[in-house]
């Protein structure tokens, strides 16, 4: 079975720092590109960050450019995004996503891959 747990989120105040995990397990996680969208009631998602396998490319929205950090270790099946000065706008639902393709972070309502159940974010101004 194929599963996404996603951990980490919380509250915290704004310019606060937090460390989300998507624990990956039922697939080969080494040949998956892992990507973090998010969703906050009423706004449109956003693909806000996704690292590649293999060659561990980077790819990161303008809104956290600077700010935010994706990592994976695959001897753990896990990947980390660091977010750092939090602010409010940041506030949402975060989920992590697999897809063999990278390129999936900007596809405008992209429903494909496999997803975790979300972790809430929510920054304090």
């Known amino acids: 079975e194929v599963q996404l747990v996603e951990s980490g989120g919380g509250l915290v105040q704004a310019g606060g720092s937090l460390r989300l995990s998507c624990a990956a397990s039922?697939?080969?996680?080494?040949?998956?590109?892992i990507g973090w969208f998010r969703q906050a009631p009423g706004k449109e998602r956003e693909g806000v960050a996704c690292?590649?396998?293999?060659?561990?490319?980077?790819y990161y929205s303008d809104s956290v450019k600077g700010r935010f950090t994706i990592s994976r270790d695959n001897a753990k099946n896990t990947v980390y995004l660091r977010m750092n000065s939090l602010k409010p706008e940041d506030a949402a639902t975060y989920y992590c996503?697999?897809?063999?393709?990278?390129?999936?972070?900007?596809?405008?309502?992209?429903?494909?891959?496999?997803w975790g159940r979300g972790t809430q974010v929510t920054v304090s101004s």
């Open positions: 690292i590649s396998s293999g060659d561990s490319n980077t």
């Open positions: 039922g697939f080969t996680f080494d040949d998956y590109a």
């Open positions: 996503v697999a897809d063999p393709s990278p390129s999936f972070i900007v596809v405008k309502d992209y429903r494909g891959g496999y």
